[in-house]
Antibody
Framework: EVQLVESGGGLVQPGRSLRLSCTAS????????MSWVRQAPGKGLEWVGF??????????DYAASVKGRFIISRDDSKTIAYLQMNSLKTEDTAVYYC?????????WGQGTLVTVSS | QSVLTQPPSVSAAPGQKVTISCSGS????????VFWYQQFPGTAPKLLIY???KRPSGIPDRFSGSKSGTSATLGITGLQTGDEADYYC???????????FGGGTKLTVL
C-alpha cells in the first residue's frame, strides 16, 4: 500500500526556516518524481515545486512565489523527500502536502500545517 | 488570481448531472494534459481524472473528463450527496514551467 507521511510542520516566526519531510512507502521511491503542493487556510491548491527522479536528472522546479527561498531534495536510500523552507513569510502559512508525481498526483500525504507568525 | 479559471460553485439535485468547466490557454491546457482532483474538507485531494479523460482504478464511471482546445470539463452524473466537495483542475504550464491549478469549484448537491 502506497503511503506518504509528512512531518515537520509547526509554528515559526517570519524570516526563520523550517524543513518538512515526506516519508514514502509501498512503492519504488526512486522511480518517481515527488511534488509539494500547499493550501492556505480557506484557499485553493498551490503548486510549490517538485524534484525529478535520479533517472530523470534529479532536477527541481519551483513556483515563482517560493523560488530562491525553498529547496526540494530527496534521499532515495531513506525514501524521504524534503522541503527546506527559508526566509519564511506570513503568506507561506498553509497545509503542505507531498504527492507522488507520475506525472499525475495519484497519491497524497495527509498534509502538515505550517503557520508563520510572530 | 488562478491561471486556470473555474466557476466558484455549482449545484444540482441528487441524481442529476453537473459539469465543471476549467478554462486556460495554449500555454497550459491547450498543449498539456488536464487533471482533476476532488477534495473533502480537512482531507487531502484525491485524483479523479488524469490525462484529460482517464479514471484511476476505483473511480466510478459517473465521473468523466473531456478537453477541447484550451478548456476542459469535468462531468458528474447520478449526483449523490457524498459528491459534495471541492473540485480542482490542474495542468502543466510551459510558459511558467509550473503546475497550475484552477481556483476550485464547490459542488453542492441540493
Amino acid at each position: 500500500e502506497v503511503q506518504l507521511v509528512e512531518s515537520g510542520g509547526g509554528l515559526v516566526q517570519p524570516g526563520r526556516s523550517l524543513r518538512l519531510s515526506c516519508t514514502a512507502s509501498g512503492f519504488i521511491f526512486g522511480d518517481y518524481a515527488m511534488s509539494w503542493v500547499r493550501q492556505a487556510p480557506g484557499k485553493g491548491l498551490e503548486w510549490v515545486g517538485f524534484i525529478r527522479s535520479k533517472a530523470s536528472g534529479g532536477t527541481t522546479d519551483y513556483a515563482a512565489s517560493v523560488k530562491g527561498r525553498f529547496i526540494i531534495s530527496r534521499d532515495d536510500s531513506k525514501t524521504i523527500a524534503y522541503l527546506q523552507m527559508n526566509s519564511l513569510k506570513t503568506e507561506d502559512t498553509a497545509v503542505y502536502y507531498c504527492a507522488r508525481d507520475g506525472p499525475w498526483y495519484d497519491y497524497w500525504g495527509q498534509g502538515t500545517l505550517v503557520t508563520v507568525s510572530s | 488570481q488562478s491561471v486556470l479559471t473555474q466557476p466558484p460553485s455549482v449545484s444540482a439535485a441528487p441524481g442529476q448531472k453537473v459539469t465543471i468547466s476549467c478554462s486556460g490557454s495554449s500555454s497550459n491546457i491547450g498543449n498539456n494534459y488536464v487533471f482533476w482532483y476532488q477534495q473533502f474538507p480537512g482531507t487531502a485531494p484525491k485524483l479523479l481524472i488524469y490525462e484529460n479523460n482517464k479514471r484511476p482504478s476505483g473511480i466510478p464511471d459517473r465521473f468523466s473528463g473531456s478537453k477541447s482546445g484550451t478548456s476542459a470539463t469535468l462531468g458528474i452524473t447520478g449526483l449523490q450527496t457524498g459528491d459534495e466537495a471541492d473540485y480542482y483542475c490542474g495542468s502543466w504550464d510551459r510558459s511558467l514551467s509550473a503546475v497550475v491549478f484552477g481556483g476550485g469549484t464547490k459542488l453542492t448537491v441540493l
